[in-house]
């Protein structure tokens, strides 16, 4: 779990069984969507795609993206889309990119991959 500024949190769970989680998403969509048309709010369910990664919300500050057997949750949709970006390899040598980074995860470094700024 990380908590960056904003109040921006990510936090990752890795499953044991891909297929299972999969399943149990699959499980809560079916859920979430019957849930919204009942209230009257069938757009409550929401998806798009970001560098091949499908990226979901139930609804207002929640979103998540399955990955393999990782399961990451947000309560901001950039935060997954910077992960993406990461998995990526798409990660420019802007400073403010590597403060995104940080903010997070502050406790690790960059990426071997991520050149380092000279001081």
């Not at 908590?3 to 399943?23: C, F, R, Y």
């Not at 560098?51 to 990955?67: K, L, Y």
């Not at 393999?68 to 990526?88: H, Y």
């Not at 390899?89 to 903010?103: C, E, P």
């Given at each position: 779990?990380?908590?960056?500024?904003?109040?921006?949190?990510?936090?990752?769970?890795?499953?044991?069984?891909?297929?299972?989680?999969n399943?149990?998403?699959?499980?809560?969509?079916?859920?979430?969507?019957?849930?919204?048309?009942?209230?009257?709010?069938?757009?409550?369910v929401?998806?798009?795609?970001?560098?091949?990664?499908?990226?979901?919300?139930?609804?207002?500050?929640?979103?998540?993206?399955?990955?393999?057997?990782?399961?990451?949750?947000?309560?901001?949709?950039?935060?997954?889309?910077?992960?993406?970006d990461?998995?990526?390899?798409?990660?420019?040598?802007?400073?403010?990119?590597?403060?995104?980074?940080?903010?997070?995860?502050?406790?690790?470094?960059?990426?071997?991959?991520?050149?380092?700024?000279?001081?």
């Amino acid at each position: 779990m990380a908590i960056g500024p904003a109040e921006t949190i990510l936090l990752m769970v890795d499953a044991e069984d891909a297929k299972l989680l999969n399943d149990v998403h699959e499980f809560l969509l079916t859920i979430a969507k019957a849930g919204g048309e009942k209230q009257g709010q069938s757009e409550r369910v929401k998806s798009a795609e970001y560098r091949g990664v499908t990226g979901w919300s139930f609804g207002p500050n929640e979103s998540h993206a399955i990955v393999g057997n990782r399961l990451m949750l947000s309560n901001k949709p950039e935060v997954l889309r910077a992960v993406a970006d990461l998995r990526a390899g798409a990660v420019t040598r802007t400073l403010r990119v590597q403060r995104r980074i940080r903010a997070l995860d502050p406790l690790s470094a960059p990426p071997r991959w991520l050149p380092r700024t000279r001081t």
